[in-house]
């Protein structure tokens, strides 16, 4: 059974990850890092390419297990209401 999981990942402005500690408003607290600019998140299904980006955690959350639950549930037809 396929299981798929969609890790969301701080990033600097450039697209580099950020592992650097931050203050809780996601400004620097080293010299190499330039500052939280937002979250990216890629699904690691099996050949999935998934990825989305979004300035705040909560929103790419919701686009994340959006995403997820399109692997659990193949697209259903649509049932008459
Ligand atoms: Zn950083
Ligand atoms: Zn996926």
Known sequence: ????????????????ECTHKR???GKATTPDCTGLDGYTARCRGNGCTWTSSNTQKTALETLRNQ???????????NRSA
């Not at 995403?67 to 037809?77: E, I, K, Q, S, V």
């Open 23 to 25: 203050t809780s408003t």
């Open 67 to 77: 995403h997820l639950r399109t692997h659990l549930n193949p697209p259903a037809p």
């Open 1 to 16: 059974m396929a299981r798929y999981t969609a890790t969301i990942k701080a990033v600097h402005a450039d697209g580099t």
